[in-house]
T-cell receptor, first 115, second 111 residues
Framework: DAGVTQSPTHLIKTRGQQVTLRCSPK?????VSWYQQALGQGPQFIFQ???????QRGNFPDRFSGHQFPNYSSELNVNALLLGDSALYLC??????????????FGPGTRLTVL | AQSVTQLDSHVSVSEGTPVLLRCNYS??????LFWYVQHPNKGLQLLLK??????LVKGINGFEAEFKKSETSFHLTKPSAHMSDAAEYFC?????????FGKGTRLSVIA
């Protein structure tokens, strides 16, 4: 079992550009959550996808959007990048339903740097 | 609303001495509480979790934590620190809602 995988590992973009990050969940998991971890801070919840729909969303602007595919993998898209979007982006997968947050497994993250 | 406060941003211990990382929580209802560890440039690894069963929770690598409702605390301990324990530790609260992380405690282990 490969666990949760994320790509790419590192990414450098410039302000105003758009970026797409990818996540493959752990085998048997159908729910994917995304978190942003700024330098020196704890992760903050962006949103969660289940059954190809956004189910919950944290306090992030509409520039942050996502998608979930039929194979449960997910993408995080960020438009009009700002310097403040520089962070480690973590994907977490879990079984759905009542244990969607209790049984989360995290991937290694994608380090995004915005210049 | 739920929140956690990690009382120390940095803790430094000598190898072989006990570790104590402190966490207080705030939750309107009975929460689930976790401790995660993050090594440099790595993702998050679950150390242990409390989900309303036994109040003393044992985790991986010799860590344990005790849920104290009267003190709203969930402190992480280990009897003897190892060099490999040097990392960032996060206390987390949830009620099967989006995880709420503390700001983290950096643990340094001195040889």
């Amino acid at each position: 079992d490969a666990g949760v995988t994320q790509s790419p590992t590192h990414l450098i973009k410039t302000r105003g550009q758009q970026v797409t990050l990818r996540c493959s969940p752990k085998s048997g998991h159908d729910t994917v959550s995304w978190y942003q971890q700024a330098l020196g801070q704890g992760p903050q919840f962006i949103f969660q996808y289940y059954e190809e729909e956004e189910r919950q969303r944290g306090n992030f602007p509409d520039r942050f959007s996502g998608h979930q595919f039929p194979n449960y993998s997910s993408e995080l898209n960020v438009n009009a990048l700002l310097l403040g979007d520089s962070a480690l982006y973590l994907c977490a997968s879990s079984p759905g339903g009542g244990r969607a947050y209790i049984e989360q497994f995290f991937g290694p993250g994608t380090r995004l740097t915005v210049l | 609303a739920q929140s956690v406060t990690q009382l120390d941003s940095h803790v430094s211990v000598s190898e072989g001495t006990p570790v104590l990382l402190r966490c207080n929580y705030s939750s309107s209802y009975s929460p689930s509480l976790f401790w995660y560890v993050q090594h440099p440039n790595k993702g998050l690894q679950l150390l242990l979790k409390y989900t309303s069963a036994a109040t003393l929770v044992k985790g991986i690598n010799g860590f344990e934590a005790e849920f104290k409702k009267s003190e709203t605390s969930f402190h992480l301990t280990k009897p003897s620190a190892h060099m490999s324990d040097a990392a960032e530790y996060f206390c987390v609260v949830t009620r099967n809602t989006p995880l709420v992380f503390g700001k983290g405690t950096r643990l340094s282990v001195i040889a």
